[in-house]
Nanobody, 129 residues
Framework: QVQLVESGGGLVQAGGSLRLSCAAS????????MGWFRQAPGNEREFVAG???????????NYAASVKGRFTISRDNEKNTVYLQMNSLRPEDTAGYYC???????????????????WGQGTQVTVSS
C-alpha cells in the first residue's frame, strides 16, 4: 500500500509561485512513476505533469501544454517526495492538485488518470487576478 500526502497549496496572486510537495510512504517509492493532476469545480480531472522511474536517475518528464515552461516536476527518492514547482501562475491554474503513483509501467509517464494506482487527498491552489 502507498500513501500520498500533498502540501504546499494556498492563495497566490497571478504571476506568483508555489511549490507543491507530495510525500509518499513505502520503501519502493523510487520505483514508481509519479504524476500531478488537477481538478477545478465543474471540470474533469486533468493531467498536469509526470515523472518516471529511472534506474540511472536520468528522468523523463512530461507536461500538459497549458503548464509547459511554467511548471517543473522533480523527485527526491531519498526523501520519498515529488515536487511541483509552479511559476507564473494564472487564475486558470486554480484547482485542487493531486499527486498519484503509477506502479505498473513506471518507466513511462502515463497521462490518463485511470492508469494511476494510488492518490493523495489533494491540496488547493487558488490564484487571484
Amino acid at each position: 500500500q502507498v500513501q500520498l500526502v500533498e502540501s504546499g497549496g494556498g492563495l497566490v496572486q497571478a504571476g506568483g509561485s508555489l511549490r507543491l510537495s507530495c510525500a509518499a510512504s513505502g520503501r519502493t517509492f523510487s520505483r514508481y512513476a509519479m504524476g500531478w493532476f488537477r481538478q477545478a469545480p465543474g471540470n474533469e480531472r486533468e493531467f498536469v505533469a509526470g515523472i518516471n522511474w529511472s534506474a540511472g536517475r536520468v528522468y523523463y518528464t512530461n507536461y500538459a501544454a497549458s503548464v509547459k515552461g511554467r511548471f517543473t516536476i522533480s523527485r527526491d527518492n531519498e526523501k520519498n517526495t515529488v515536487y511541483l514547482q509552479m511559476n507564473s501562475l494564472r487564475p486558470e491554474d486554480t484547482a485542487g492538485y493531486y499527486c498519484a503513483a503509477e506502479t505498473n509501467t513506471p518507466t513511462l509517464v502515463a497521462v490518463s488518470d485511470n492508469q494511476y494506482d494510488y492518490w493523495g487527498q489533494g491540496t488547493q491552489v487558488t490564484v487571484s487576478s
